[in-house]
């Protein structure tokens, strides 16, 4: 790499972190938007058109949701200014781990690895059976 | 110093200063523009380090293309405007053949999903480019150019033009362009329904700079009023980690053929989300489920009037 490639590399990094930053300052203060039950459900028939909701367990902080279908359980999660959904099996939802009031869900996916959600105590008592 | 002629490189000023202005613009509320902060920095350093990555390919690309070209069958001019005009067609016929297959073959798949992978859909987006392109191997689709008898890097700068063409349709600051221009160009309009993940949209409108190609190959989808565009992929990605998001389709190609390796070539080859016993979805059984739920509700309705 020459000195020239270097300083291309350096300014269009510099410009890179110019523009995040000034992302950054545009959208401060907008987040994802916070889910109560009708925009959970909204979300999930929008991304599981096909699955008949049997409960739904909204975070205490509005931040994601998990919903059961049967054997599996919908997960939306946050993710930036918008939500990620993914189904896994209820058995795997329903022993996540919990430390200070945060479910660590495994989603197993490499592009979504897991989901970390508000949801207290879980398993929620009227869905784990 | 020696002036630049790669188009891309020439665009760069203007990309940045044009993201600076859509943001600007957008936050002053000037034009409908929505950006995000980690995924606007996930899709520029997906740029930056793109151009890294791709260099030796480019390099092995274009020694073979200088190859192919002292084989050449004709030897057509740089220097006449026919050429430019012959040049512009059959590079941008490559690019549609390219992107068809980038969509619709898992392995090309692999390289190309990143660029999809933003649930937002702004200037930002279109830099958010393949780190893995070279090894996708597609570069090779561009040397029958040069066999025909282009010169490499007549070819080379015509792809630089439509890349640059294919940054400013990466908006939802533009409805729609005039009728006769969407009628024949690449809009962002009909970006916008390339890059949405509803059923009805997926898989369509594969050009790089001329939307005819579409029209004549049946995978033409215009914009619907009633059905707005939701951005990303089928499964939206999980992470702003620009390493997963540049290798997680290869992850999980190579984590299927460990699992079965007896099915190498339809996880390869097959189209995205194939699986031996179709439990996955592809866009195939995406669009044939969106349509029987279409069709369903439909039924009734016509029940009803009749």
């Known amino acids: 790499m020459q000195l020239a490639d270097l300083i291309q590399l350096a300014v269009s990094a510099a410009a890179v972190a110019a523009m995040v930053g000034l992302a950054a300052l545009a959208t401060r203060g907008r987040g994802a938007p916070v889910l109560d039950e009708a925009a959970a459900r909204r979300w999930l028939a929008d991304e599981f058109p096909d699955a008949r909701i049997g409960g739904l367990w909204i975070a205490a902080d509005g931040l994601g949701a998990v919903a059961r279908s049967g054997e599996t359980a919908l997960v939306l999660s946050r993710m930036g200014d918008g939500y990620v959904a993914r189904a896994i099996a209820w058995d795997a939802a329903a022993r996540a781990g919990v430390k200070d009031g945060r479910v660590a869900l495994p989603l197993g996916d490499f592009a979504a690895p897991r989901a970390v959600l508000a949801l207290g105590a879980w398993p929620p008592r009227d869905l784990a059976a | 110093m020696k002036f630049p002629t790669d188009p891309v490189t020439l665009a760069t000023p203007f990309f940045i200063l044009s993201v600076i202005a859509e943001i600007a613009l957008a936050r002053l509320g000037k034009l409908k523009a929505r950006y995000e902060t980690k995924d606007t920095a996930t899709s520029l350093v997906m ?79 279109a830099l958010r480019q393949t780190w893995t392109g070279g090894v996708a191997g597609t570069w090779a689709l561009w040397l029958p150019l040069s066999l025909l008898g282009f010169p490499p890097a007549m070819v080379a700068i015509e792809k630089g ?62 914009e619907l ?37 007896r099915h190498a070539l339809g996880w390869l080859f097959g189209p995205p989300g194939w699986s031996p016993d179709g439990s996955r979805d592809t866009s195939a059984s995406l669009k044939a489920a969106w349509a029987a739920r279409q069709k369903a509700v439909q039924a009734p309705a016509k029940h009803e009037a009749a």
């Open chain 2, 225 to 261: 009023d009633e059905e707005a565009c939701r951005y990303g992929l089928v499964h939206n990605l999980g992470t702003f980690n620009p390493l997963r998001v540049a290798f997680h389709e290869w992850v999980g190609i190579a984590a299927d053929l460990i699992r079965s390796p």
């Open chain 2, 161 to 222: 033009i439509s890349l640059v063409y294919q940054y400013w349709i990466h908006t939802e600051a533009i409805r729609r362009m005039p009728r006769w221009f969407e009628a024949v160009f690449n809009t962002p309009s009909h970006h916008r329904v390339h890059h949405a993940r509803n059923p009805r949209y997926l898989d369509r409108n594969y050009a790089g700079i001329l939307i005819v190609w579409d029209r004549m190959f049946g995978t033409f989808q215009p």
């Open chain 2, 47 to 125: 740029g930056l380090f793109s151009t890294l990555s791709g260099a030796p390919f480019a390099a092995i690309s274009f020694a073979g293309a200088i190859w192919l070209y002292h084989h050449r069958l004709f030897t057509i001019p740089m220097t006449a405007a026919w050429a430019w005009v012959l040049v512009f067609f059959a590079e941008d016929l490559t690019y549609y053949v390219f992107h068809r297959l980038s969509h619709e073959r898992r392995i090309w798949w692999a390289a190309h999903v990143n660029h999809h992978s933003s649930q937002h859909y702004n200037l930002s987006t």
